[in-house]
């Protein structure tokens, strides 16, 4: 009986090692797909930057925790993952240019803004505060409500009511500092920036005032 089954058993045997094989070469081929997110890696390259490259820390632009301070630079806490690490591939494309983030974006590598997304995500968000009393309840009505005449969506649909996001595909912009609000709006509206055919469309429709408007209520979104 062991005689008329060793074929067999050496045919499956074969097979398996051939399979086996075809993993590890493409395991071999491709090993960033095999590796794991490390958010702790991430931490240190954010917080460190790599010298030997010449990468400077993250930290040094967007804050301690991804909690910039200068306005030009959004603040990156508490971003969902997935979105954090779309826009770190889109600044190595045609797609969002950036004279800084493009050139810093090439040189990571993909496994290190997938690190970088995984932490600042799960970092927490410092609150900002609207500053124009005279518009923010004009920027809350076009956040809550849209602009029906316009065909200009409510920002809430897609954002979230405090602003928080949508891990799959929207950012989280409660908090977040008026001007960069404004500047990526208006990058939008004159297609400066192209990696949201949906945002181009809402952008386009608002004036600079109600851009302006709706950019200082979201700041103080909690």
Request: charged share 20%.
């Amino acid at each position: 009986m062991n005689r008329a089954f060793t074929p067999v058993v050496h045919s499956i045997f074969t097979a398996l090692m051939f399979v086996s094989g075809a993993a590890f070469a493409a395991d071999a081929a491709h090993p960033a797909a095999a590796a794991k997110v490390d958010p702790a890696k991430g931490s240190s390259l954010y917080t460190d930057g790599d010298n030997a490259r010449g990468l400077p820390a993250c930290v040094s632009c967007h804050g301690a925790a991804g909690n910039s301070t200068i306005a030009a630079n959004p603040k990156l806490a508490g971003q969902p993952e997935s979105y954090l690490y779309k826009q770190l591939v889109d600044f190595t494309t045609p797609e969002r240019q950036n004279p800084v983030m493009t050139m810093y974006a090439k040189m990571l590598t993909d496994a290190e803004k997938k690190n970088i997304a995984a932490w600042l995500s799960t970092q927490g968000s410092k609150p900002g505060a609207a500053k124009n009393k005279d518009t923010v309840e004009w920027g809350k009505t076009i956040y809550r409500g849209g602009i029906a005449d316009k065909k200009i969506p409510a920002c809430a649909s897609c954002h979230g009511p405090a602003g928080a996001g949508n891990p799959a595909r929207y950012p989280r912009i409660g908090g977040q500092h008026q001007d960069y609000t404004i500047a990526q709006l208006e990058g939008f509206k004159g297609k400066g920036r192209k990696n949201s055919a949906e945002m181009t469309t809402i952008a386009e429709r608002m004036s600079s005032d109600e851009i302006k408007a709706v950019a200082d209520y979201v700041a103080g979104l909690k």
